[in-house]
């Protein structure tokens, strides 16, 4: 069973606007991960946020995490057409990572 | 991609017959783990290893075994192969360090079973 539901599912926006993808998991963890995946490729890691940290920035990525709610939540500012791809939330608190189902992102130009 | 290949890229086979997919890394990462990944169902782990000749099963493991002789060399084998393996499969590298958890993809290979 998923670790992590991503919601929402899909999500179209104008380039220029900013995104937001939220993430919910079920039991403890060490850290909670971000991936893109685009189309027809392998999952390129955005940014990881510990269980101890509430938010962290990277560029134009913006990750928060609230453990007592067990969610996190990925803003993407600013988007562009090249952020077209989806989105997976991972959390980890062993040696394994437990994937989200995802969430699509279209930015139109 | 993070030094990281996988072989074959694209293979059809016929159901019963084995399977090997091969994940090959150049980046001397301790960890290395199999995933398939399945439209509604996301990433799930197949199997990991964390050394050499050091394995262990992961979220769906029935039907698949791995191989580590080497480093640099994982490999994923369906003793049988059934049309519900059909899917892409993804390997990914980790140093996992304690100070580095993420993981690095390969670029897939998908696999079909007629």
């Known amino acids: 069973s998923q670790q992590g539901e991503e919601d929402p599912q899909a999500l179209s926006i104008q380039e220029g606007e900013n995104a937001t993808m939220n993430c919910s998991y079920k039991t403890s963890i060490n850290n909670l991960q971000w991936y893109r995946q685009n189309s027809g490729r392998g999952l390129v890691h955005l940014i990881l946020?510990?269980?101890?940290?509430r938010e962290k920035h990277s560029g134009r990525l913006r990750v928060t995490l609230d453990t007592s709610k067990k969610s996190s939540s990925l803003l993407i500012t600013a988007s562009r057409a090249a952020d077209t791809a989806s989105y997976f939330c991972?959390?980890?608190?062993?040696?394994?990572?437990?994937f989200g189902t995802g969430t699509r992102l279209q930015v139109f130009p | 991609d993070a030094g990281i290949t996988q072989s074959p890229r694209h293979k059809v086979t016929e159901t019963g017959t084995p399977v090997t997919l091969r994940c090959h890394q150049t980046?001397?990462?301790?960890?290395m783990y199999w995933y398939r990944q399945d439209p509604g169902h996301g990433l799930r782990l197949i199997h990991y290893?964390?050394?050499?000749?050091?394995?262990d099963k992961g979220e769906v493991s029935d039907g698949y075994s791995v191989s580590r002789s080497k480093t640099e060399d994982f490999l994923l084998t369906l003793e049988s192969a059934t049309s519900s393996q059909t899917s892409v499969y993804f390997c990914?590298?980790?140093?996992?360090?304690?100070?580095?958890?993420?993981?690095?993809f390969g670029p897939g290979t998908r696999l079909t079973v007629t």
């Open positions: 990914a590298i980790s140093p996992r360090t304690a100070s580095s958890y993420e993981q690095y």
């Open positions: 991972a959390t980890a608190n062993t040696d394994k990572l437990i």
């Open positions: 946020i510990r269980s101890n940290e």
């Open positions: 290893s964390y050394g050499v000749k050091d394995t």
């Open positions: 980046e001397n990462h301790r960890y």
